[in-house]
């Protein structure tokens, strides 16, 4: 099973930034697929972005498009969110997730492995 560790999450106040880290050890090339969710208090977990690790075509949900950025760096199995330009309604626990198959979607019961999660907390 892949192994997924985030980290960078924090507290930031409205329209500041943060940059969120999901690392990944064992199996690492089985990878096809890396996403990034987010579930507030309340609320159920949805999907934010996801990338294919082979070709880099990425898909945005459309509440963060134009202010998210997903990315990966091979070398270092490690994805990444750049997220600016915050709101206060972004506060949730941000999960990575990774799965083998095709990348065409942001269901989470297509991603096999999860990491953790990490908060990330926008004042107003």
């Known amino acids: 099973q892949v192994q997924l560790v985030e980290s960078g999450g924090g507290s930031v106040q409205a329209g500041g930034s943060l940059r969120l880290s999901c690392t990944a050890s064992?199996?690492?090339?089985?990878?096809?697929?890396m996403g990034w969710f987010r579930q507030a208090p309340g609320k159920e977990r949805e999907g934010v972005a996801r990338?294919?690790?082979?070709?880099?075509?990425?898909y945005y949900a459309g509440s963060v498009k134009g202010r998210f950025t997903i990315s990966q760096d091979n070398a270092k199995n490690t994805a990444y969110l750049q997220m600016n330009s915050l709101k206060p309604e972004d506060t949730a626990m941000y999960y990575c997730?990774?799965?083998?198959?095709?990348?065409?979607?942001?269901?989470?019961?297509?991603?096999?492995?999860w990491g953790q999660g990490i908060q990330v907390t926008v004042s107003s």
């Open positions: 064992r199996y690492t090339y089985s990878i096809n697929c």
């Open positions: 990338i294919n690790t082979a070709g880099g075509t990425t």
């Open positions: 997730a990774a799965h083998r198959g095709y990348c065409y979607t942001l269901q989470e019961t297509a991603f096999s492995d």
